[in-house]
């Protein structure tokens, strides 16, 4: 999973020629760091279809805000440089997205 920051955010998520899931989250989340294994295969399981990014929101609070993210845990899919859909509290299950990434490929 490709580490994201205000400097590399362009060239791996707008730039990128496989759709792009980033996953925004916080070192004081629990729901977030309980999750991070799981997506971590999911991760695996769509490697060379699907670019998997973490953006840790504690760290680039500007982007998070341009992002219009209000809390965590929260993921973003990206399609062709363009937002497809969100997830973020309490409906961020590995299911949804799962479904979100297969939707992603459609």
């Known amino acids: ?20 899931i980033v996953d925004l989250w916080g070192p004081k989340c629990g729901p977030c760091l309980a999750l991070l294994p799981q ?11 699907i670019r998997f990014c973490k953006l840790n929101v504690a760290e680039n609070r500007r982007l998070v ?19 497809k859909d969100r997830l973020s509290g309490g409906d961020v299950t590995v299911e949804g997205i799962r479904q979100r990434a297969e939707s992603l490929l459609a």
């Open 65 to 83: 805000i341009s992002l219009k993210v209000m809390g965590v845990p929260t993921f973003l899919f990206y399609k062709g440089g363009e937002q």
């Open 39 to 49: 997506v971590e295969e999911l991760a695996k399981e769509f490697e060379g279809k």
């Open 1 to 20: 999973m490709v580490e994201l920051d205000k400097d590399n955010f362009e060239t791996e998520v707008m730039q990128s020629v496989l759709p792009v």
